[in-house]
């Protein structure tokens, strides 16, 4: 299916996730992002608990799994929301 066959999602939702690459002072960013992948244009997966690890530290913030496949890494999705 490419991606000209996937209706024109408009849903948008807020996660939570690790703000920088290092867990630099371990805090969450909350980000509002159209709910699609970015590769194929397909909808994200449902949004559930889930635990950054960054050497010793963890965080917990929130994760999703894409029915395409296609992975959205915490940086990808923070340059995709923007400064």
């Known amino acids: 299916m490419t991606a000209s066959q996937h209706h024109e999602p408009t849903d948008y939702r807020t996660v939570r ?3 920088s690459a290092d867990h630099a002072g371990q805090h969450l ?3 509002t992002l159209r709910w699609v992948c970015r590769t194929c244009s397909g909808p994200r997966g449902d ?3 889930a635990i950054s690890y960054e050497g010793s530290r963890r965080l917990a913030c929130d ?9 959205d890494f915490y940086a990808d999705v923070r340059a995709e929301a923007g400064p």
């Open 47 to 49: 949004i559930t608990p």
């Open 17 to 19: 996730i690790p703000g």
């Open 29 to 31: 960013i909350t980000l």
């Open 63 to 71: 994760g999703w799994t894409n029915p395409c496949g296609h992975i």
